[in-house]
């Protein structure tokens, strides 16, 4: 059986390397040395490669595998509905139950009046529609100008041209040139400036500031994610969230929340929203919906917002092929359902306890373990030479990566993000199933 797994590791590896460039992933070294690993298969929080080693899969892959590898109970949802209809068009007005009943409970489990819902296949193509959906409900509203998107720097909002141009890590938001300029990014997580402190000295480029020089007349939304991962997995100080939601309010903005990472779960609660009891005009949600067994996102809506707009008497131009996609859909059903069966929410929290103790612990014994913080099961801490003198790392010292890549020796995945001068942060986010004696495990590594 290992003769067999080491002959297709060689042919896998070889093929991979000359036909196919990853996504975040360095070409070069790819080209130059094959994957990394090749995949087998996964069983709760384990990944098995081809070579037979055992992973514990610390980060859901990239946030979404929240239910944990190998699901058989997704695996048949899929296969029913795939057998039945695996696809059908939302276009044109055609219907299926899977999509209908996915429509209505996400409404059901989304904050406040958020009760309807556009479907597409991921996060990016969620937060594009989102400012289209903001920008199209204004101009219904006779509001021509309300064009521009204000969004965080370290905040993390995708790959299509909208949505990296929201992104405030620069690496993403500067590649190839995307350069649209109604899309401006604000310093993140000010909470006085959002509450109208001028004469703070960060004022300048926060929210408020921008919403102040642009012209609320020129603005349609905001974009935050409720806890910004990619950008560091960074929990906003008190009130902030509430500032933000009280100065969009006040200004007729949108408030759009990108729940890709925190929705469904991953943070304690449903919607990460619901940690600050906040109503955002529109959610943006992916990943967790279908715990990555299938490609799914969508646009959750005020009442406000979905009936402007469903009054609106003419061809919606705005759709994906897999808007709504049937086998999706029941996928999304189906892990709802288990999310709900199984305490999984409430699970998170007591999980994201355990974690919380781990980094507490881990504080205590190592000097350059700092910052250690979560909501739920989405955690991160820093790396720095000497925390109490707010020391980071010399340049030159990949400190996260170091310890990610000592940590892949060790077989746990985890995440290390750098993309700023001194920053060493590592991120942290297991499979919502994950029992303590598996978070003890990670720490322990
Ligand atoms: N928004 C957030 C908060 C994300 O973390 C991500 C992906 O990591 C996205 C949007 C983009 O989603 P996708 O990669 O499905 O397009």
């Given at each position: 059986?290992?003769?067999?797994?080491?002959?297709?590791?060689?042919?896998?590896?070889?093929?991979?390397?000359?036909?196919?460039?990853?996504?975040s992933t360095n070409p070069k070294f790819?080209?130059d040395n094959?994957?990394k690993?090749?995949?087998?298969?996964?069983?709760?929080?384990?990944?098995?490669?081809?070579?037979?080693?055992?992973?514990?899969?610390?980060?859901?892959?990239?946030?979404?595998?929240?239910?944990?590898?190998?699901?058989?109970?997704?695996?048949?949802?899929?296969?029913?509905?795939?057998?039945?209809?695996?696809?059908?068009?939302?276009?044109?007005?055609?219907?299926?139950?899977?999509?209908?009943?996915?429509?209505?409970?996400?409404?059901?489990?989304?904050?406040?009046?958020?009760?309807?819902?556009?479907?597409?296949?991921?996060?990016?193509?969620?937060?594009?529609?989102?400012?289209?959906?903001?920008?199209?409900?204004?101009?219904?509203?006779?509001?021509?100008?309300?064009?521009?998107?204000?969004?965080?720097?370290r905040?993390?909002?995708?790959?299509?041209?909208?949505?990296?141009?929201?992104?405030?890590i620069e690496v993403?938001?500067?590649?190839?040139?995307?350069?649209?300029?109604?899309?401006?990014?604000?310093?993140?997580?000010?909470?006085?400036?959002?509450?109208?402190?001028?004469?703070?000295?960060?004022?300048?480029?926060?929210?408020?500031?921008?919403?102040?020089?642009?012209?609320?007349?020129?603005?349609?939304?905001?974009?935050?994610?409720?806890?910004?991962?990619?950008g560091g997995?960074?929990?906003?100080?008190?009130?902030?969230?509430?500032?933000?939601?009280?100065?969009?309010?006040?200004?007729?903005?949108?408030?759009?929340?990108?729940?890709?990472?925190?929705?469904?779960?991953?943070?304690?609660?449903?919607?990460?929203?619901?940690?600050?009891?906040?109503?955002?005009?529109?959610?943006?949600?992916?990943?967790?919906?279908?715990?990555?067994?299938?490609?799914?996102?969508?646009?959750?809506?005020?009442?406000?917002?979905?009936?402007?707009?469903?009054?609106?008497?003419?061809?919606?131009?705005?759709?994906?092929?897999?808007?709504?996609?049937?086998?999706?859909?029941?996928?999304?059903?189906?892990?709802?359902?288990?999310?709900?069966?199984?305490?999984?929410?409430?699970?998170?929290?007591?999980?994201?306890?355990?974690?919380?103790?781990?980094?507490?612990?881990?504080?205590?014994?190592y000097s350059f373990f700092t910052k250690?913080?979560?909501?739920?099961?989405?955690?991160g801490f820093d790396l720095m030479r000497s925390p109490e003198e707010n020391i980071p790392f010399e340049e030159s010292v990949k400190a996260a990566v170091t310890l990610v890549d000592e940590c892949f020796q060790?077989?746990?995945?985890i995440r290390p993000f750098d993309f700023e001068p001194g920053m060493n942060i590592v991120a942290?986010?297991?499979?919502?199933?994950?029992?303590?004696?598996?978070?003890?495990?990670?720490?322990?590594?």
């Open positions: 059986k290992n003769t067999t797994n080491e002959t297709l590791l060689k042919e896998l590896s070889e093929i991979d390397r000359l036909h196919h460039i990853h996504p790819h080209r094959g994957p690993l090749v995949f087998k298969e996964g069983k709760g929080i384990y990944l098995y490669d081809l070579k037979g080693e055992e992973y514990i899969d610390g980060v859901s892959m990239l946030w979404n595998v929240n239910l944990g590898h190998g699901n058989k109970e997704l695996a048949e949802a899929a296969y029913e509905q795939m057998s039945s209809i695996a696809y059908a068009s939302a276009f044109y007005g055609y219907a299926n139950e899977s999509t209908a009943r996915l429509a209505k409970k996400v409404a059901s489990l989304t904050p406040g009046d958020l009760n309807t819902v556009f479907f597409t296949s991921g996060g990016s193509e969620s937060n594009d529609t989102a400012f289209k959906l903001s920008r199209f409900y204004w101009e219904l509203k006779g509001y021509k100008n309300k064009k521009k998107i204000i969004s965080l720097r905040g993390y909002h995708g790959v299509t041209v909208a949505a990296q141009r929201a992104t405030g993403y938001r500067n590649f190839s040139g995307s350069l649209d300029p109604n899309i401006v990014n604000a310093k993140p997580h000010l909470t006085e400036c959002e509450q109208g402190d001028k004469n703070h000295p960060e004022y300048e480029g926060s929210i408020h500031s921008i919403i102040e020089k642009e012209g609320a007349e020129n603005i349609a939304a905001v974009i935050m994610e409720p806890i910004q991962g990619a997995v960074h929990i906003p100080p008190e009130g902030y969230l509430e500032a933000v939601r009280k100065l969009c309010s006040e200004n007729n903005i949108h408030l759009i929340l990108d729940e890709v990472i925190c929705g469904f779960g991953r943070t304690g609660k449903m919607f990460g929203a619901d940690n600050w009891n906040i109503v955002p005009d529109l959610i943006t949600f992916a990943k967790g919906i279908t715990s990555g067994y299938s490609q799914l996102g969508g646009v959750a809506m005020t009442d406000e917002i979905g009936n402007t707009i469903a009054q609106y008497d003419g061809m919606l131009p705005h759709g994906f092929t897999y808007s709504g996609h049937p086998t999706a859909c029941a996928v999304g059903l189906k892990n709802i359902e288990i999310l709900e069966r199984d305490n999984l929410v409430q699970h998170a929290v007591e999980m994201g306890e355990v974690l919380r103790q781990g980094f507490e612990y881990l504080e205590g014994k250690g913080r979560n909501v739920g099961l989405l955690g060790r077989n746990l995945l942290v986010a297991p499979p919502l199933i994950i029992e303590k004696d598996e978070v003890e495990k990670i720490i322990a590594i």
